[in-house]
């Protein structure tokens, strides 16, 4: 038998993240319901109006991307700081960080791609203007990677607790509060009629940082909570 | 496994180990070391902190004092090296329930060494799951699922084996398979550190008896 490498490890990882979203499905689908039903009761609850809508489609689109993944990233480590394979991915001599992101990735293709390729159609249904559209999608695709790697960091410090409830919303929410800002600026200057490439430079910048630094902390943090 | 002259040096070795809990102090000032071809059985009673420094040993907790080494070296400067010659089998299994036993050993194995789908068959053929491979592991009784977690023994090549009430809850069958197999390690220069309160049908074995008065 030989040692693996890094990458065999991570590709193996990835596939088992992937795997076990497959194998439950309810858990993948209850925040893309969730997200589905949040954006469909606005035109519902405030107004049918085109006018009103298109002014507030870009916020409520992102509002609900962040929930929804606050939800779906409520098991991220759970199950496996609960059936042990946490410690086992701790044991690996590959670098944990590399692991985490391995997860990070499956969770995003999972989660937040599904919720990012619908999201043009609740944006018509929200009426927002074809100008908005590109800005929407690539702000959604630039952002929620970095949503879900921040959350990842949270996540990673609660594992360990019992009943966290709210604590992973209260420690992961302000840490995503710039990039629904920069989200819903990028739209909104598209809509205006400037230029959303700054405010999505911005977000790449953002997406470049969590991506080499967030799996390093979420390393961290898993040793921390595991070591308890 | 071959011993190596040049390393005079015990394979692990644990000094002046000292753990508390919650201002309960579970050993004070432990030491011992683990040569190729010894195991250790932990025994002591509830609490006594067995699992403790099972994970002590393993890098898992870093709450305690004292000197661990491997090979002569402080674990802290070889910890991925050490890793990778440590197989953990905590008494929480690392089985996924929702995936059969072929994808957890898939991974678990992976992880640290390059293992076909074969030899994972062959393990779980000789883990007396040959039947089960395909089903998700929740539907599998507890102790077929700890002879999953066990299928590793046959899978990793690792010299240092920390296993965490192995025994638990196996049958008589399962009992004397892991016997043979621990026995097979040693005569083969693996070290192994196990803890449990089953007699073991295992010639010179050592025994470390935590929550003895000193």
């Known amino acids: 038998m030989s040692r693996v490498s890094a990458a065999a490890a991570f590709c193996a990882t990835l596939k088992r ?17 969730f997200f589905l039903i949040v954006v469909s009761l606005f035109p519902l609850g405030i107004s049918p109006e085109g006018a009103m809508l298109r002014q507030i489609a870009a916020g409520v689109i992102w509002i609900a991307v962040l929930l929804a993944s606050m939800l779906s990233m409520d098991s991220l480590y759970r199950s496996d700081y609960e059936d042990g394979s946490l410690e086992q991915l701790l044991l690996s001599s590959q670098p944990l960080y590399l692991l985490v992101f391995a997860k990070n990735i499956a969770h995003w293709l999972v989660s937040g791609l599904p919720v990012i390729v619908v999201s043009p159609l609740l944006a018509y249904m ?73 405010y999505l430079a911005l977000l790449g910048a953002m997406l470049a940082a969590a991506a080499s630094l967030a799996p390093v902390a979420t390393a961290a943090a898993l040793r921390i909570a595991l070591h308890g | 496994m071959i011993e190596n002259p040049q390393h005079s040096s015990p394979l692990f070795e644990v ?6 809990r919650e201002g ?46 491997w090979q002569g ?11 990778s010659e440590l197989l953990y089998i905590g008494h929480r299994l690392g089985v996924n329930q929702a995936l059969t036993p072929l994808e957890n050993l898939r991974w678990s194995c992976r992880l640290h060494d390059r293992v076909g789908d074969g030899e ?11 039947s089960h491979e395909n089903l998700p592991c929740r539907s599998l009784s507890a102790g077929q699922q700890q002879r999953v977690s066990l299928a590793r023994l046959l899978l990793r090549d690792a010299p240092l084996w920390a296993l965490d009430e192995p025994f638990a809850s196996l049958d008589a069958a399962g009992i004397a398979l892991l016997e043979k197999l621990l026995l097979r390690h040693s005569r083969s220069g693996g070290a192994a550190m196990v803890t449990t309160h089953h007699v073991l049908g295992i010639p010179c074995l050592r025994v470390l008896t935590l929550g003895l008065p000193q």
């Open chain 2, 24 to 69: 309960h102090v579970l050993f004070r000032k432990l030491g011992f070391s683990l040569d190729r071809g010894e195991i250790l059985q932990v025994r002591g009673s509830n609490g006594a902190g067995k699992t403790s420094l099972l994970r002590i040993v393993c890098g898992l907790d870093g709450s305690h004092q004292g000197e661990l080494r």
């Open chain 1, 17 to 33: 993240d992937l795997l076990i979203s497959i194998k439950r499905r309810n858990e993948v689908l209850n925040p893309f319901m």
């Open chain 1, 126 to 198: 929200l009426s927002l203007p074809a100008a908005g559209y590109p800005a929407l999608v690539l702000s959604l695709l630039l952002g929620v990677p970095v949503v879900g790697m921040v959350g990842s960091i949270a996540v990673a410090l609660t594992v360990g607790l019992g009943s966290r409830g709210l604590i992973l919303a209260v420690i992961a929410v302000p840490m995503s509060v710039p990039v629904l800002i920069f989200g819903t600026l990028a739209v909104q200057n598209s809509l205006a009629g400037a230029s959303p490439v700054g």
């Open chain 2, 73 to 83: 070296v402080p674990l802290a400067s070889c910890i991925d090296d050490f890793h």
């Open chain 2, 15 to 20: 000094r002046e180990l000292s753990c508390e």
């Open chain 2, 120 to 130: 994972i068959r062959d393990a779980l053929a000789e883990l007396g799951l040959a």
